[in-house]
């Protein structure tokens, strides 16, 4: 192979710390976003045993949280779920308390099994029936209790990848002993909570999206729920049409049953399975003997804010 007539002066712009755009422009600017990682699927069989043995064998109190970060090996042993995004499942066993905190990173919690735990934000109690979505937007304070008797369990999802990629993290921890957190009057205001049984009544009027899915947003005047988080329930009755996006995808099977094709994968999911859809992957999804629902959290509000958003359908 010869080498090409500006080898030398490429060596010598590398030395000097410079770069030579003509060589590397399709590096520099991709001609379509590439996700890094193929869509992936957790099922709730083979999360569910984890979560006793984490509950019985990791005291709360040793530890910040109990939860169980579901993390695809694409991002080569960092803990992240989707692009941008983590998805995880919390342990509580009855009593237990999760030390309140705050971050600048976003986070939701979706009621699964958790009646009896209640998470407290900004002062603010908000119980957990389930089907219950509870938010915890950026540096509010927050912390979680199972005040029930048997153990809860919730899916919980976040940014911290979005954040730690634009270095953007803050956390502080609050105090253990606290007793002042604990000890709130106030019930869980709109601002957040969003109750269960409100978000079915809406998804049954809820008109059909663009791939024919009835979906219901989560909103906050009019708009996502969060500067970064945009959430969804979707209600699959037949076949939805492919699409593809921008942004990225966390799915919660909240009821029911079916099969997504994603990607080159094909899931057969079931209740409170998890799977992804990453950016700029085709995915649709089908029902099988009745409706199913999904949970959808997704970074859209990013892409939207970024003017970055972008949707196809076939
Ligand atoms: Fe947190």
């Given at each position: 192979m010869t080498a090409r007539p500006d080898a030398?002066?490429?060596?010598?712009?590398?030395?000097?710390?410079?770069h030579p755009l003509w060589d590397r422009y399709k590096r520099i600017t991709p001609v379509a976003p590439q996700a890094k990682d193929a869509p992936m699927h957790w099922r709730w069989r083979d999360i569910e045993p984890f979560t006793s043995r984490a509950a019985s064998e990791v005291g709360i109190e040793d530890v910040e949280r109990r939860a169980l970060i579901l993390a695809n090996p694409a991002f080569g042993g960092e803990t992240v779920t989707?692009?941008?995004?983590?998805?995880?499942?919390?342990?509580?066993?009855?009593?237990?308390?999760?030390?309140?905190?705050?971050?600048?990173?976003?986070?939701i919690r979706f009621s699964t099994r958790a009646e009896g735990a209640v998470t407290i934000v900004n002062g603010r109690r908000c119980e957990m029936y389930e089907g219950d979505l509870v938010l915890t937007p950026p540096m509010c304070w927050h912390g979680h209790i199972n005040e029930g008797t048997r153990r809860t369990v919730w899916f919980d999802a976040a940014n911290m990848p979005a954040i730690c990629m634009l270095d953007a993290s803050f956390f502080e921890p609050g105090m253990r002993q606290d007793e002042r957190f604990w000890d709130v009057g106030a019930e869980g205001s709109a601002e957040y909570r969003f109750p269960g049984d409100e978000a079915r009544r809406a998804l049954a009027g809820a008109p059909r999206a663009a791939d024919g899915a009835r979906t219901h947003r989560y909103t906050k005047n009019g708009s996502s729920v969060m500067p970064t988080l945009d959430l969804y329930l979707k209600h699959i009755d037949e076949?939805?049409?492919?699409?593809?996006?921008?942004?990225?995808?966390?799915?919660?099977?909240?009821?029911?049953?079916?099969?997504?094709?994603?990607?080159?994968?094909?899931?057969?999911?079931?209740?409170?399975?998890?799977?992804?859809?990453?950016?700029?992957?085709?995915?649709?999804?089908?029902?099988?003997?009745?409706?199913?629902?999904?949970?959808?959290?997704?970074?859209?509000?990013?892409?939207?804010?970024?003017?970055l958003l972008r949707e196809e359908l076939q």
């Amino acid at each position: 192979m010869t080498a090409r007539p500006d080898a030398s002066l490429i060596a010598a712009l590398e030395r000097s710390h410079l770069h030579p755009l003509w060589d590397r422009y399709k590096r520099i600017t991709p001609v379509a976003p590439q996700a890094k990682d193929a869509p992936m699927h957790w099922r709730w069989r083979d999360i569910e045993p984890f979560t006793s043995r984490a509950a019985s064998e990791v005291g709360i109190e040793d530890v910040e949280r109990r939860a169980l970060i579901l993390a695809n090996p694409a991002f080569g042993g960092e803990t992240v779920t989707t692009h941008n995004l983590i998805g995880a499942f919390t342990v509580l066993e009855p009593g237990d308390k999760a030390v309140p905190h705050r971050h600048t990173a976003a986070a939701i919690r979706f009621s699964t099994r958790a009646e009896g735990a209640v998470t407290i934000v900004n002062g603010r109690r908000c119980e957990m029936y389930e089907g219950d979505l509870v938010l915890t937007p950026p540096m509010c304070w927050h912390g979680h209790i199972n005040e029930g008797t048997r153990r809860t369990v919730w899916f919980d999802a976040a940014n911290m990848p979005a954040i730690c990629m634009l270095d953007a993290s803050f956390f502080e921890p609050g105090m253990r002993q606290d007793e002042r957190f604990w000890d709130v009057g106030a019930e869980g205001s709109a601002e957040y909570r969003f109750p269960g049984d409100e978000a079915r009544r809406a998804l049954a009027g809820a008109p059909r999206a663009a791939d024919g899915a009835r979906t219901h947003r989560y909103t906050k005047n009019g708009s996502s729920v969060m500067p970064t988080l945009d959430l969804y329930l979707k209600h699959i009755d037949e076949p939805t049409r492919r699409m593809r996006a921008t942004w990225n995808a966390i799915c919660l099977v909240v009821s029911g049953e079916g099969r997504s094709a994603v990607g080159d994968k094909v899931f057969e999911w079931s209740r409170h399975d998890v799977f992804t859809i990453p950016h700029w992957t085709w995915a649709a999804h089908e029902p099988r003997g009745g409706a199913a629902e999904l949970f959808i959290v997704t970074d859209r509000a990013i892409y939207e804010r970024l003017d970055l958003l972008r949707e196809e359908l076939q």
